[in-house]
DNA sequence: CGAAATCTTGAGTATAATCAAAAACGGTGG
DNA sequence: CCACCGTTTTTGATTATACTCAAGATTTCG
């Protein structure tokens, strides 16, 4: 069951070389890292909040998402997981999970004992500090849902996590001519948006007849990517991507 | 204007004191952290979206909050910051912030340098970890601020901010008989709730009537903390406070 | 004491929720 | 290949929560 998941597909291997040069080490160290891969179905908590767990999940390939749950049973997701994300790595620190994850589409997932990450962190400050940044990275992201949730109407709020997701996807090469796969219900997006079904039915409604956006199934394109920034009223600063993969 | 403030009045050795026991080592360079402690007025921005900082800001004393503004202009708060926080620490890891940090109140604010806080992580890799983690908890804090922004209503939205303010405040040592100063004006919350100033003056006034809360000018008293923390579904886990400071 | 900021009140409106049901879709097995 | 089932999407009608606009009261602070 142990494997090491080969590093040209290693989505985090990539993702930290994004934002510097591994040295030789430190590559070696990444790649020989101990990881139990298993696929998980979709619409399955990978984790849930409570557990005091003892590893944490790369998602290698699938859709994932953050949530919690409020004491009236209400679900709120507080971001989307795209391969090369370690949904979980703050329960390196803090020893109960104050939330869940869950799968949205079927998921590949590679779970890395706290023991080898902590291994890894002493031996290359490097890394430790690509991790830090990545947990960084992931408050980013909530500070501008919070934002979203509490401060833009239906469209913009729609248009910006569908900007956020276009981004993210592109910088992992999951996004072609524009276009991408977003495994994502209406409900899903309702429980990201702080809206009703109804209502993000409603919203998408508008934002295609407007042609901002074209779906197909589960494909979502983009025909003019200025005009759904501009809806969405994203920036994409907050996601402090190198290498100009923010760019359109 | 290089100054040690003297430990026992810094929040932020008490803060990490509760976590786990420093070495005498450890405490040494925590007490020598060059610092350049400024007082900063009230309403004035520490910070500012889109600066690349190159020093992070402990908040000595006083209140402040981080916050970004959407392109049409809105204000929104993500979070409070009380004595002993460090709002921007993740430019240590990020170069451009997505945030402004402003104060509430008067503040005492001190200064320290990237350098000297990468040099402390280097030479004392439980510190490092305990910035880590201090970044994880602001991260913890968001993830809770969008569900309660996104899932809950007015009465309960404004509960949970407050019960949060409370704990938080207990866990510095800043309330006193179930009461504490908070100098954040009805415009400010509605910021932080993504609601009008019209409408947090109306929630108020009903969470007045029902008994939940009782203020005075900015003193805020709760006479049954329990029945608050029900009104806001409050349960502080996501605070990962240790030592029970998190008890009623 | 006076000006500015903050808080409060009222009336009318809008965005999004609720409830309910029908249509479309996706996968399964015969 | 088609019938069937569960899920997801869509539609319609009604309601509610929170917004807007505007003005008056109160507090704060210089």
Redesign the interface.
């Known amino acids: 069951m142990h494997s090491s998941f080969h590093p040209d597909h290693n989505p985090l291997i990539r993702k930290i070389e994004s934002v510097f040069t591994l040295t030789e080490d430190e590559r070696q160290a990444l790649e020989t890292l101990p990881m139990q891969v298993q696929v998980i179905k979709d619409r399955q908590d990978i984790v849930r909040e409570?557990d005091r767990p003892s590893r944490s999940c790369l998602l290698l390939s699938g859709f994932a998402c953050?949530y919690?749950l409020?004491?009236?049973g209400?679900?709120?997701i507080?971001s989307f997981n795209i391969p090369g994300d370690i949904p979980d790595l703050?329960s390196l620190?803090?020893?109960?999970l104050?939330?869940s994850v869950a799968t949205n589409s079927s998921c590949s997932v590679g779970f890395i004992t706290h023991e080898a990450l902590r291994d890894i962190c002493?031996r290359h400050?490097r890394i430790?500090?690509a991790f830090?940044?990545e947990?960084?990275?992931?408050?980013?992201i909530?500070?501008?849902?919070?934002?979203n949730?509490?401060?833009?109407d239906g469209m913009s709020r729609m248009a910006h996590v569908l900007c956020e997701l276009m981004v993210r996807l592109r910088a992992v090469g999951l996004v072609e001519d524009h276009a991408c796969d977003l495994p994502i219900t209406q409900g899903e997006f309702a429980d990201a948006?702080?809206f009703t079904t109804v209502h993000v039915n409603r919203v998408l409604q508008q934002m295609r007849a407007e042609g901002l956006i074209e779906t197909n199934g589960t494909r979502l394109k983009v025909p003019d990517w200025n005009r759904l920034k501009e809806a969405g009223?994203f920036?994409p600063?907050?996601l402090?991507l190198e290498n100009g993969q923010a760019a359109a």
Chains 1, 2 share one sequence.
């Open positions: 409570g953050t919690k409020t004491a009236g209400k679900r709120q507080v703050q620190h803090l020893k109960v104050d939330n002493t400050p430790a500090a830090w940044r947990t960084l990275i992931d408050a980013a909530f500070r501008e849902w919070v934002t949730v509490g401060r833009r948006l702080g009223e920036d600063t907050y402090h």
